[in-house]
């Protein structure tokens, strides 16, 4: 096992290198530039038509609301990245890694609206007469590059066994165990037991149930991480005094810097929102909508609302508890819990573990939808009832594996991944582009003013 964990740390750390930081962020930075950075003065309509009771897409192709299709996308992302990410990035790059993660945040809602966009542009009906569409379907019929469509579904269907599935419940058990003294074994079980109880019901049951968990799970640690700031916010400037002031350390030096504040704050950025992975898109693709432009404003706001929003409390209640230097990468799980308990004695800790455990159960239940559509393009229908039977048994091994080897899979699965998606995107951008133009149109005409 150590020589295996030694292989995938040293393919963890290629994949992971500036080029790959580069390309992630350089990619949100230049749709950004040729989007001329509507994310900004569009986020207030976008945040209104993904909450809004009366959305437009009751007569549009789709299986599932813009809420619905968002809400699934943020199950996905807002999980245990948000909770033992931030903690993990603070603890291995230092509190400066918190800035890098909201510059990556910046840059990739550019980069989430225009997966979207092609998403439901390229999206296609299968034989259940359900839409289906992401990063396979736009490469294969935007590029016509089928070998590398062919190539990001494989990595995606490894990718949710990592990121969506052992991550989330490695998280859960160690921190149960930790609070309650229930063993990851059982914790494991359960967990495999309940995700098997909704994904039998595929795309349709999976909205029900993450619409109904994720407002939940949000508020309630949203709630308590600002109860935390305003309540302690005499402790806030010096935190954020400290988060910038490190994320531009020149002591550590250019390389160090590189290697690990920016590293640390970049990964664990993008394994939070997921931008430019890919994911998203996949869920983007089933809503219902009559334009990909106004999913996509929708999904964009998924980057605003996981990292800006849920990120940034729990970053800054970390620094502001200042306990991350007493923790090491294998204790990382359980610095938040310990940060907010420092603030909420007796009551922190278990408020975080019940977070997490809603976060990561919504996460792997997003997430395999992500895989599923992923594995059905690569072997159709005849390989779903298998793919289903596995994952929730890889639930179980997630939750007894070494944390250390389950972080550095999940990073490994995640750059694989983006590769062929930040192609995709490069190479289509003028699509976006294009349709975003027909898009300002079409909302000058119902309202009367560009977005």
């Known amino acids: 096992m150590d020589a295996f964990s030694d292989v995938i740390s040293m ?70 990245g948000n909770i033992v990410g931030v903690a993990t990035a603070v603890v291995l790059g230092g509190p400066g890694s918190v800035f890098w993660m909201w510059i990556t945040a910046f840059v990739g809602m550019a980069t989430k609206y225009s997966e979207a966009v092609l998403a439901v542009k390229y999206r296609i009906t299968d034989e259940q007469g359900e839409m289906v569409g992401g990063p396979m379907y736009y490469i294969e019929r935007g590029m016509g590059c089928k070998w590398l469509a062919w190539l990001f579904a494989l990595f995606g269907t490894v990718a949710a066994f990592g990121i969506g599935n052992m991550v989330q419940a490695n998280a859960v058990a160690g921190n149960v165990y930790n609070v309650f003294g229930i063993p990851t074994w059982t914790t494991g079980l359960i967990l495999a037991f309940l995700t098997a109880l909704v994904i039998m019901g595929g795309i349709r049951s999976i909205g029900k149930a993450t619409g109904t968990l994720v407002p939940l799970m949000a508020l309630l640690y949203i709630a308590t991480g600002l109860l935390i700031i305003i309540h302690n916010y005499h402790l806030v400037p010096h935190a954020l005094k400290v988060i910038f002031t490190e994320a531009f350390n020149a002591q550590a030096g250019f390389g160090a810097l590189i290697g690990t504040t920016i ?15 890919g994911s998203a898109p996949i869920a983007a693709a089933a809503a219902k909508t009559d334009h990909p432009c106004r999913q996509a404003l929708v ?8 990292t800006i929003i849920v990120c940034s409390i729990t970053g800054i209640s970390l620094v502001m508890a200042g306990l991350y230097q007493g923790f090491s990468e294998g204790t990382a799980a359980i610095l938040t819990s310990s940060s907010f308990d420092y603030f909420l004695p007796g009551i922190g800790s278990y408020i975080v573990t019940i977070g997490l455990i809603l976060f990561a159960y919504s996460t792997v239940l997003g997430w395999f939808y992500y895989g599923e559509k992923c594995f059905y393009y690569l072997a159709g229908f005849k390989g779903i009832k298998p793919y289903r039977l596995i994952f929730c048994f890889m639930v179980f091994i997630g939750a007894i594996l070494k944390m250390g080897l389950v972080w550095d899979l999940a990073d490994a699965f995640n750059g694989a991944m983006a590769i062929p998606n930040l192609i995709g995107l490069l190479a289509l951008s003028g699509v976006v582009v294009s349709e975003t133009r027909e898009f300002q149109k079409l909302r000058d005409q119902e309202e009367g003013k560009l977005i």
Do not use: C
């Open 11 to 80: 393919v963890n750390s290629f994949v992971w290198g500036p080029w790959m930081l580069a390309l992630l962020v350089g990619t949100g930075l230049f749709l950004s530039l040729r989007l001329r950075f509507m994310q900004f003065p569009t986020l207030p309509y976008a945040l209104k038509l993904a909450f809004s009771p009366r959305q437009r897409d009751h007569r549009s192709k789709g299986d599932i609301s813009h809420f619905q299709a968002l809400m699934t996308a943020l199950a996905a992302t807002i999980g245990t």
């Open 263 to 277: 590293r640390y704050g970049v990964a664990r950025g993008v394994f939070s929102n997921e931008a430019g992975l």
């Open 299 to 306: 999904s964009m706001t998924g980057t605003f609302l996981d």
